[in-house]
């Protein structure tokens, strides 16, 4: 009896890993025909079809995932080609279609940087080549460009241009990409990746705003080491900020930084969860999040059956990255 209780069990594990690898491979093939062109672009279908260093890094991302080199190479070679910046060997954060000048704003996104830089060292960890070359050369440059210490506190700026307001910086939340910096840190051996992990753990810990306790979309550091909504911005946690606590769970499930989310969340019934809060208004969004929203929120509450429902038409580049790179994160765990 006891044998073939076992042998049940491991029937199950195996189907459960073999209709996750299918799930994963239907995503990611799904994910490609919709977003991808032929030349390796990918597009933000919510946004006029643009494509910026985001995109592309998630692709690079799922590429490897999914073993999937040619496709690999098709995204990077489009990513280096069109949005790579010979003088700081950062990325143009975004491309626009049609344009006269297709990158007429010349400043970068540091998450942009980080995805790309992650992924090519995940690809040399896979295939080997020149791709670790070629992280290390823009690891160097987040580095120099973006990474300040600032009231205490080792920041990457969410971009080399604008962020430095003398008196603050602003900050993007989203932008903490912990397991990406880990990863660099094991890597590399240097400090600055593993200072960059603590200290943002420690930000996120006092960015919590409001009666939900959440953190906004952009946040300004101060630099008496204070933490306040970041001018000219919105007071939302919203599209940008859904993002923190994947980054979060992927770098650590048991987190206690995820207890906000978790309390807010927990406190509406899945499918009329709203897609953003004021925070400071304390006001919940018209409307409720799903697909990749969902997902992330599936994820940070542990309800994981869900978690390999199909990317559905109606998704957009946003909603159905998220969806696959919460699938992901989940799977490496796992």
């Known amino acids: 009896m006891k044998m073939m209780r076992l042998w049940r069990q491991w029937m199950l594990c195996f189907m459960v890993m073999c209709f996750s690898a299918q799930a994963a491979a239907d995503g990611w093939s799904t994910y490609k025909s919709r977003f991808m062109r032929d030349d390796g672009r990918i597009i933000d279908t919510a946004n006029n079809n643009v494509s910026h260093t985001e995109g592309q890094g998630y692709g690079m991302l799922l590429a490897v995932a999914n073993n999937d080199r040619a496709t690999f190479d098709r995204l990077w070679q489009w990513t280096r080609t069109h949005l790579r910046n010979p003088q ?6 975004r491309y626009t279609p049609d344009a006269s000048d297709p990158v007429a704003d010349k400043n970068d996104a540091a998450d942009g940087n980080v995805l790309i830089a992650w992924a090519l060292q995940r690809a040399a960890q896979k295939w080997g080549g020149d791709y670790q070359q070629a992280s290390d050369r823009i690891q160097r440059a987040v580095v120099k460009h973006t990474v300040i210490s600032y009231a205490g506190y080792t920041v990457m700026l969410p971009g080399a241009q604008g962020f430095n307001k003398t008196s603050y910086v602003v900050l993007n939340p989203s932008y903490f990409l912990f397991t990406a910096w880990r990863e660099f ?15 943002g753990m420690t930000l996120l810990g006092k960015m919590q ?18 933490l306040a909504p970041a001018l000219g911005y919105s007071n939302r946690f919203s599209y940008d900020a859904i993002r923190v606590p994947l980054n979060i769970w992927w770098y650590d499930p048991q987190s206690l930084r995820l207890v906000p989310f978790q309390r807010v969340w927990q406190g509406y019934p899945r499918q009329s969860t709203p897609a953003w809060f004021d925070v400071l208004a304390n006001t919940p969004a018209p409307y409720n999040m799903d697909g990749g929203l969902t997902a992330v929120r599936d994820l940070t509450l542990n309800e994981t059956r869900y978690l390999t429902d199909q990317l ?23």
């Open 88 to 93: 700081n060997d950062l990325f143009w954060w």
């Open 185 to 199: 840190a094991r890597h590399s051996h240097l400090r600055v990746w593993n200072s960059l992990i603590d200290d």
């Open 209 to 226: 705003f409001g009666k939900t306790g959440l953190p906004l979309d952009w946040v300004a550091l101060n630099a008496d080491g204070s």
């Open 312 to 334: 559905t038409p109606q998704q957009n580049y946003f909603s159905a990255s998220l969806q696959l790179l919460t699938w992901l994160a989940y799977q490496e765990k796992h």
